[in-house]
């Protein structure tokens, strides 16, 4: 037991536990997230002579790589839509899927006949 301000404090009272283990939950959260050393970030300022300023030859070659991209988006594009109208030429409605659709007296039949 240790006399405080007048009272008796028991140090094995679940309160007086409570609040050694809240101190020091709380002093090893501090102390986990205190920094070591503080790092002041200085700022840089830029001169003229480092700006990099495009010639006509950057832009030249960016405009083409641009038109390659583009051009790259509009193939892949077209191969989308076409994977669309030869998935939907090989499925049918009945269930059935293959590449040509036979209909009984079509011009399959008609040639055959004549």
């Known amino acids: 037991m240790i006399k405080f301000w007048n009272k008796n404090i028991?140090?094995?009272?679940?309160?007086?536990?409570?609040?050694?283990?809240?101190?020091?939950l709380c002093v090893t959260v501090l102390?986990?997230?205190?920094?070591?050393?503080?790092?002041?970030?200085?700022?840089?300022?830029?001169?003229?002579?480092?700006?990099?300023?495009?010639?006509k030859e950057d832009i030249a070659y960016q405009d083409s790589m641009y038109t390659i991209i583009q051009s790259t988006q509009n193939d892949v594009t077209d191969i989308k839509q076409d994977i669309v109208l030869i998935l939907e030429r090989l499925d049918h409605a009945d269930g059935t899927h293959d590449s040509i659709r036979y209909v009984k007296g079509g011009k399959i039949d008609k040639r055959r006949n004549q």
């Not at 102390?31 to 010639?55: L, N």
Request: hydrophobic share 50%.
């Open 10 to 24: 028991c140090l094995t009272s679940p309160i007086s536990v409570m609040i050694i283990l809240s101190l020091f």
């Open 31 to 55: 102390a986990s997230v205190w920094p070591e050393e503080i790092v002041i970030v200085k700022e840089v300022k830029v001169s003229d002579e480092e700006v990099w300023i495009p010639t």
